[in-house]
């Protein structure tokens, strides 16, 4: 089952049900066509609702909203089990909704989340995750945390792994957790895993829908993700022996053993360096798999334990 960190949703103005104006500020647009663009925005936020925007033009609403909104059942996340505690929270706000909207509405961004208590600090897994060579994806490491960037321009995906406990203590979460101080304890030592999808194109993608009760209905999404950038890395044993390979083998080995350092390990820089070497109509698809075999072995050389945090990783989120 699915659980949502953030969500910006659509749907149409005939779920209204009441609404107090006075708490939404009214701007006028007109356009050189002609067209009058009416549209009503909700003038105090609260911790966990963004932006509630209604244009009375299309007859359209948008919602932006995290868990937050969900106060002390934060760590739950939008799921199926807190789905009515979020549309009660929402009409809180100043406008009150049909709870049917649910059922008819659209997702035009979401943040899909798993939160992990595994065996080892949450730093021993992120550590793991930084060995990844991960092709597809544009790896960066931060403070707390390490993100994947998909690398292709039509509906990329953003992954990204850090320590919940860490991230919740920084600036931007001080007054919530002021109010909930208590929910610091339930994120001591918990990796959170999160795939961000930003566009509708994206969550058709990975959904076959925009439908949030389709979204809600579906499970896997991080496993599916976290396996796309492992890329069947755990496969290939750590520990390397050189006598033990052929000829050509050997050869390919010490080729990427060489340009690893000069590349620092980036697998594009690596991929291009032998590309340039190619014919021009010579496609690099053995090339590629090379640089993947070796640099695994390379980055994971006489270190088991990075193999086991991953595949302790994907486990976990298998049955999570």
Same mark, same amino acid.
């Given at each position: 089952?699915?659980?949502?960190?953030?969500?910006?949703?659509?749907?149409?103005?005939?779920?209204?049900?009441?609404?107090?104006? !006075?708490?939404?500020?009214?701007?006028?647009? $007109?356009?050189?066509n002609?067209?009058?663009?009416?549209?009503?925005?909700?003038?105090e936020?609260?911790?966990?609702?963004? @932006?509630?925007?209604i244009?009375e033009?299309?007859?359209?609403?948008?919602?932006?909203?995290?868990?937050?909104?969900?106060?002390?059942?934060y760590?739950?996340?939008?799921?199926?089990?807190?789905i009515d505690r979020?549309v009660?929270?929402? $009409?809180?706000?100043?406008i009150? &909704?049909?709870?049917?909207?649910?059922?008819?509405c659209?997702?035009?961004?979401?943040?899909?989340?798993?939160? &992990?208590?595994?065996?080892?600090?949450?730093?021993?897994?992120?550590?793991a995750?930084?060995?990844l060579?991960?092709?597809?994806?544009?790896?960066?490491?931060?403070? @707390?945390?390490i993100?994947?960037n *998909?690398?292709?321009?039509?509906?990329?995906?953003?992954?990204?792994?850090?320590?919940?406990?860490?991230?919740?203590l920084?600036?931007?979460?001080?007054?919530?957790?002021?109010?909930?101080?208590?929910?610091?304890n339930?994120?001591?030592?918990?990796l959170r895993?999160?795939?961000?999808?930003?566009?509708?194109?994206?969550?058709?993608k990975?959904f076959?829908?925009?439908?949030?009760?389709?979204?809600?209905n579906?499970?896997?999404?991080?496993?599916?993700?976290? !396996?796309k950038?492992?890329?069947?890395?755990?496969?290939f044993k750590?520990?390397?022996?050189?006598?033990?390979?052929?000829?050509?083998?050997?050869k390919?080995?010490?080729?990427?053993y060489?340009? !690893?350092?000069?590349? !620092?390990?980036?697998?594009?820089s690596?991929?291009?360096?032998?590309?340039?070497?190619?014919?021009?109509?010579?496609?690099?698809?053995?090339?590629?798999?090379?640089?993947?075999k070796?640099?695994?072995?390379?980055?994971?050389?006489?270190?088991n334990e990075?193999?086991?945090?991953?595949? *302790?990783?994907?486990?976990s989120?298998?049955?999570?």
């Open positions: 089952m699915t659980t949502i960190d953030t969500i910006s949703i659509s749907t149409s103005v005939d779920y209204i049900k009441d609404i107090d104006f !006075n708490k939404f500020r009214i701007s006028t647009t $007109n356009n050189p002609g067209l009058k663009i009416v549209n009503h925005s909700l003038l936020k609260k911790i966990g609702l963004d @932006s509630i925007s244009n033009t299309f007859g359209t609403i948008k919602i932006k909203a995290s868990s937050k909104i969900l106060g002390s059942d760590e739950k996340g939008v799921s199926l089990n807190t979020f009660d929270e929402i $009409n809180k706000s100043g009150k &909704l049909d709870q049917d909207y649910i059922a008819d659209e997702l035009y961004r979401v943040d899909i989340k798993n939160d &992990l208590t595994l065996k080892k600090e949450v730093k021993y897994y992120i550590n995750m930084s060995h060579i991960a092709p597809k994806f544009n790896k960066t490491l931060y403070k @707390s945390g993100s994947f *998909e690398s292709i321009i039509k509906n990329p995906i953003r992954f990204t792994g850090y320590n919940k406990g860490i991230e919740l920084e600036t931007k979460n001080k007054s919530f957790l002021k109010q909930y101080p208590t929910l610091i339930e994120f001591q030592n918990v895993l999160e795939s961000r999808l930003l566009r509708k194109g994206t969550i058709k990975y076959g829908s925009y439908s949030l009760m389709d979204i809600l579906h499970k896997g999404l991080n496993f599916e993700v976290f !396996n950038i492992v890329d069947n890395q755990t496969n750590s520990i390397y022996n050189t006598l033990g390979m052929t000829n050509t083998e050997e390919n080995f010490a080729q990427i060489l340009l !690893n350092d000069e590349y !620092n390990g980036d697998f594009n690596i991929l291009n360096h032998i590309k340039g070497k190619l014919g021009s109509k010579t496609k690099a698809t053995y090339q590629r798999n090379q640089i993947k070796y640099l695994a072995i390379i980055k994971n050389s006489n270190n990075t193999q086991a945090n991953l595949i *302790e990783i994907i486990n989120l298998k049955e999570d």
